[in-house]
């Protein structure tokens, strides 16, 4: 609405994007990994500030809800079950290293040049208007057929998921009859006990 | 299927009685049991374990006591009098290290002499007031060290002998 | 807030572009000051509340020698954990070990700013509140887990893992049961929300009362918070008796307090949450239509939202002491056996119930055929 809440607005972006690139150098920097993928934590924080700062309230809580509290977790589980953790070496050989700033150069270039001739329309500062609403609205009218294709993609890993971690099939051992020692068996392979 | 149900309901049950019974002391304010400890001391029972006692007067010198105990608790030192008895000129019962084990009093053949009493409130800021005096050297030569109140006892008896 | 800063820069006559700046910040720490003054303030009698209801249900009297009544316990937990030596453990993770407890805190207290305590009182009046602190009681898990790497101890690196399962597993049952109720109010706003169940004498209209499955679901919810925040009955990850003391084994002094402080900031925002979405939030009962000054309304308002808290923690102080411990695979099975489905089964009713009714509760439903 003035000046000064562009101000705010400036300091608290400038800050959120000094923690998300300082987080993200350290992500990719750091040699120990487990540091590494709690680095990711604030990288993640930060994206939801932007988001918010954009005005994009429900986006930004959903960031954190399922970002940080979902999928971070698992990197992070990941992370700590391996192998190497404490010394990982993060400097290849010369010629992986040659490709690897070429091709970040070239990511950049193509990045910038597509970024900066764009005619940005420059909104101005709006008050904050519930984003809930309208998206709920949209992914069950507009784009409820992703939306579907994307629940059930989601059914499908859970199945899979659950189908790959179960255990051997037990319980179905012939139980003889009147056979003392079946009785045992059957305490810990069913559920009858409790 | 009905046992999913069953289950249910059986913790349900077990969870509403189990916080009607503790509601019941929550808010009954008689239900405390507390003995505020300063103000109120509990009468510890009759053959109760406290501070060790001697009665020193009564003392035969025996060092029984002193040979038996298993840590070394008791320091007695005696000498003779006019009389030709023992008389304990240094006794002290080191409770530090007490184990409160009682085979001092029973080994005293004195009826009486060497009890447990019934204190149980002595805690000192250092190791060396947690040790009891009750030599007779102390009644007549207070606070000096040990050779000079057997010095003193026996330069007594020679004098009282004369 | 952007009216209060144009009040207050309005007044004074000074250059308008760096007061507006400055008074906006000054705003913005003043109102993290209160909220972290209260709250604090609020935790350490906590504390005291916790050690008295457990001294009145065990049958014996809890702190009553340091100021009247024991009342100033919590400035001597306070001052004794603040001298306690800082130990860090040799091998210890110095970052992680250092950071996570500091995050624990600023999440809890966060959790703090979207409810409204009265009709014009309110940090922050967000258009996503409920979802904000439900994303907010995630980013827990993440420093639990930080703590529990930390620590550089396979144990608290168990009770870590356990406490983040837990807090995952139970977000769905809770999310499950406040979008059950949530369908009636349609807006995520909490003041929103409490002025949907205003009228009725200020008790028919709460949410709980409204249809059978919402009152399921303040149950369902119940249960799945007191698991959220890792207290007994589900408290397998920091339990003294299990696992040493789970995730906060090697914390000591402050370090340790700021969990312990964090887990009673949990509990009331939960039951602040239950309270809003159920209860009514700061309806007053009874006596709201009667007309009086602003401030005494506000104020009654305020009152009336924590004594409701304060019940409802009360309550999970009460369940503490009266169950015993359950084991971690008896936490889950509840959790996913249970729970997820009675609170699938219950939105799918709440939303049947809203589509065929057009979202009239049963105290509208009785109103009606009074009327009539």
Known sequence: MSVTSYTIQAVFFYLFSAVIIGSALMVVLLRNIVRSAFALFF????????????????????QVLIYIGGVLILIVFGVMLTHNVYSVDIFNKLGTLVMGTISAIVTFTIIYYSVKPVNWLFIGFKPDLPTARPIGTQLMGTFLLPFELASILLVLAMVGAAYLIRSEVRGTSQAGAGDPGNEQRQDTAGKKVH | ?????????????????????????????????????????????????????????????????????????????TVRDENKKLRPVIFDINNARCIYCGLCVEACPVDNC????KKYEFSAYTKEDLISHFGLGEAQSPGKKAEEKTADVTKEQKEAAQ | MTELISRIVGGLNTPVFLTRFLVTVLIMLVSGAIVLGISLLYEGLATYAERKVAGDIQARIGPNRVGPYGLLQFV???????LKEDIIPFYADKWLFI??????????????????????????????????????SSVVSMAILMGAWGS??????????????????YEIPIVLSLLAAIILPASMNMRDIIVYQGGGLGIFRWLVFNNPFTFLAFFVYFIAAIAEVNRTPFDIPEAESEIVAGYHTEYTGMRFAFFFMAEYGDMFVVSAIATTLFLGGWHLPFIGG?????????VLQVAVFFMKVFVLIYLMMWIRWTLPRLRVD??????WKYLTPIAFFNLIGASVWVLLLHGRGIYDIIARIIVH
């Open chain 3, 99 to 136: 950071l996570a407890p500091y995050i624990v805190f600023t999440v809890s207290f966060a959790a703090f700013v979207p409810l409204s305590y009265s009709d014009h009182i309110a940090v922050a009046n967000l258009n996503v509140g409920v979802l904000y602190i439900i994303a907010i």
């Open chain 3, 290 to 298: 009667i007309s009086m000054p602003l401030w005494l309304r506000d």
């Open chain 2, 1 to 77: 299927m009905a046992g999913y149900f069953k289950k249910m309901f059986t913790a349900l049950n077990s969870v509403l009685t189990g916080m009607g019974i503790t509601i019941k002391y929550g808010v009954n304010p008689k239900a405390e049991v507390t003995q505020q400890y300063p103000e109120v001391k509990r009468e510890p029972p009759d053959r109760f374990r406290g501070k060790l006692f001697v009665n020193i007067n009564i003392c035969t010198g025996c060092t029984a006591c002193a040979r038996i105990c298993p840590v070394d608790v008791i320091t007695l030192k």
């Open chain 3, 76 to 82: 001597a937990d306070g001052v004794k954990l603040l």
């Open chain 1, 43 to 62: 990288t993640l924080s930060g994206v939801a500030g932007i988001y918010i700062l954009l005005g994009a309230d429900f986006v930004g809580v959903t």
């Open chain 3, 330 to 335: 008896q936490l889950m099975e509840l959790c």
């Open chain 2, 114 to 117: 060497l009890y447990f009493e």
């Open chain 3, 152 to 169: 550089n101890n396979k144990w608290s690196l168990f009770g870590g893992m356990r406490a983040v399962a837990q807090i995952v597993s």
